[in-house]
């Protein structure tokens, strides 16, 4: 009787260490699958359930939904000029300002194509570029080229900082 106690006692001990394999194995096929990826896109599944929670319906930012023919007018045009604000107002005062405006997405293009960092922080061999190390925050793989990635990095990252810049002045700068 004594023993079956004992039989009673050890199977949660053993269910419970059987489920935190479990738990283990799972979050290892996890990390291996998206290993550095942080951004997903929402299974097909849940998106039917109610398509319009999950699309952006003004403008897209970023490569999942950059090529969405109803984000495309006129929105990438108010993407487009407020990056093109952000260029002209840093090279405000200079000589040739189109020029300087020119240089300068230049540099920035030429900066997200060679700068590097170490891939080991990033799960990869040697070095990666700053436009790789954004392809892998994606779990899906981009069907974008680098010059697009670079492209698409560059102008949404110039009118997110030009809407908050405008929305500050906008709102706290009011003389």
Same mark, same amino acid.
């Given at each position: 009787?004594?023993?079956?106690?004992?039989?009673?006692?050890?199977?949660?001990?053993?269910?419970?260490?059987?489920?935190?394999?479990?738990?283990?194995?799972?979050?290892?096929?996890?990390?291996?699958?998206?290993?550095?990826?942080?951004?997903?896109?929402?299974?097909?599944?849940?998106?039917?359930?109610?398509?319009?929670?999950?699309?952006?319906?003004?403008?897209?930012?970023?490569?999942?939904?950059?090529?969405?023919?109803?984000?495309?007018?006129?929105?990438?045009?108010?993407?487009?000029?407020?990056?093109?604000?952000?260029?002209?107002?840093?090279?405000?005062?200079?000589?040739?300002?189109?020029?300087?405006?020119?240089?300068?997405?230049?540099?920035?293009?030429?900066?997200?194509?060679?700068?590097?960092?170490? $891939? @080991? +922080? #990033?799960? *990869? /061999?040697?070095?990666?570029?700053?436009? %790789?190390? $954004? @392809? +892998? #925050?994606? *779990? /899906?793989?981009?069907?974008?080229?680098? %010059?697009?990635?670079?492209?698409?990095?560059?102008?949404?990252?110039?009118?997110?900082?030009?809407?908050?810049?405008?929305?500050?002045?906008?709102?706290?700068?009011?003389?």
């Amino acid at each position: 009787m004594s023993q079956g106690g004992n039989d009673d006692k050890q199977a949660p001990k053993i269910l419970t260490k059987t489920i935190g394999e479990k738990f283990n194995d799972g979050t290892e096929k996890i990390k291996s699958l998206y290993s550095f990826a942080r951004i997903y896109k929402v299974p097909e599944d849940l998106r039917k359930l109610n398509e319009c929670a999950y699309t952006p319906r003004l403008i897209a930012i970023g490569p999942l939904y950059q090529k969405g023919e109803h984000l495309q007018k006129p929105m990438q045009d108010v993407k487009m000029d407020y990056a093109n604000r952000l260029f002209l107002r840093l090279t405000i005062g200079m000589a040739d300002p189109d020029e300087k405006k020119d240089k300068l997405i230049q540099e920035c293009v030429e900066e997200m194509k060679k700068r590097t960092v170490k $891939a @080991k +922080k #990033y799960n *990869a /061999e040697g070095e990666v570029t700053l436009v %790789d190390m $954004a @392809k +892998k #925050y994606y *779990a /899906e793989e981009l069907k974008l080229d680098d %010059d697009e990635m670079v492209e698409m990095m560059l102008i949404d990252g110039c009118f997110i900082l030009e809407l908050l810049y405008v929305y500050y002045h906008t709102n706290y700068c009011q003389v």
